[in-house]
């Protein structure tokens, strides 16, 4: 079953269409890149997709029974909170409880702190955390702050524009989601960070569709290309080198189409640009699927 379906999506800001009945469809275990010129529209095709942006028509479809997680291109967060709690806000029913834990551990640090009411309280958390087996989120937590080198008392709003995109990708795979939706992953990051990122997207097993500007995490992370271009999607299966070559191949094609003047003999898409090697979205549709968000 497929993980996201998005069907017929049509989208428009003033007059130009960012989205003219646009089809897509992300399998499980495919790492999808969205490209597209500044401006085409995929920041507004990802919100879509992740369920925090409308579309003017059509649907969008996530499989009911997977986690996702979003990671927009400028995260937004209550300044108030802290990283830990942050980070543990995703998690549900845990969070309160995991963000008391962790409070009380603090405050029991702290020189002054009033002992026997915190170790009450901290024993009364336990328990709680035991019966619900919620250790294990809390380790998660606390290994995906360490792994963005994020401190977990500081508080959100003191946090540069770069800790603040760690932060979001710290909070995104603090779930194990089994989808992923990331806008510019890797802006702000150092390339260690980069390179582990990378690592783990492509040993995790964890389904992924992404947009990014950087060409190197690009090529290494993305089993298929999909381009926006005036409101349609271009689907090219294999990494952006395969893409671009395959890409020349069409702009070659097209060239000699229009210096023969051959348009009656190379197969067009209903847009009128020429195929070549490219197949347009959906190139498969789930045999049944039911909307669970629609726009
Ligand atoms: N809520 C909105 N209201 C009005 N216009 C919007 C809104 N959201 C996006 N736009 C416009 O829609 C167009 C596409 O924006 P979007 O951010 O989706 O593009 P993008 O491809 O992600 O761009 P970039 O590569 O710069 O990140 C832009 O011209 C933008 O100004
Ligand atoms: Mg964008």
Redesign the pocket.
């Known amino acids: 079953m497929p993980h996201l379906i998005l069907s017929d999506a049509s989208l428009a800001?003033g007059h130009v269409p960012?989205l003219d009945h646009a089809d897509f469809q992300l399998d499980p275990g495919e790492r999808v890149a969205l490209i597209?010129r500044?401006?085409?529209?995929?920041?507004?095709l990802l919100r879509a997709l992740a369920g925090v942006g409308g579309l003017d028509d059509g649907k969008v479809w996530q499989d009911p029974g997977i986690r996702v997680a979003y990671v927009s291109?400028e995260p937004p967060f209550a300044a108030e909170l802290t990283v830990f709690e942050t980070v543990v806000a995703g998690m549900g029913e845990l969070s309160a409880l995991l963000a008391d834990y962790h409070a009380v551990s603090h405050a029991l640090g702290e020189p002054d702190a009033d002992h026997e009411p915190l170790l009450e309280r901290m024993h009364d958390l336990q328990t709680e955390l035991e019966a619900r087996h919620a250790w294990s989120f809390e380790a998660q937590a606390e290994k995906v702050i360490q792994r963005f080198s994020l401190d977990p008392d500081a508080r959100v709003g003191t946090l540069s524009g770069g800790q603040k995109k760690r932060l979001a990708l710290a909070q995104a795979l603090a779930i194990s989601p089994d989808l992923l939706l990331l806008d510019e992953p890797t802006n702000h990051l150092d390339i260690a960070t980069i390179e582990w990122l990378e690592e783990m997207l492509m040993s995790s097993g964890v389904t992924l569709l992404f947009?990014t500007h950087d060409r190197c995490f690009l090529d290494r992370v993305a089993t298929r290309i999909v381009e926006l271009d005036r409101g349609r999607l271009l689907s090219c299966p294999g990494n952006f080198s395969e893409y671009l070559s395959k890409k020349e191949g069409m702009l070659h094609d097209e060239a000699c189409c229009v210096s023969n003047n051959c348009a009656a003999t190379v197969p067009r898409a209903a847009s009128g640009r020429a195929r070549s090697n490219w197949r347009w979205i959906p190139e498969t549709r789930a045999a049944s699927w039911s909307p669970s968000l629609s726009m």
């Open positions: 800001f960012l597209g500044n401006g085409t529209g995929k920041t507004s291109q947009i």
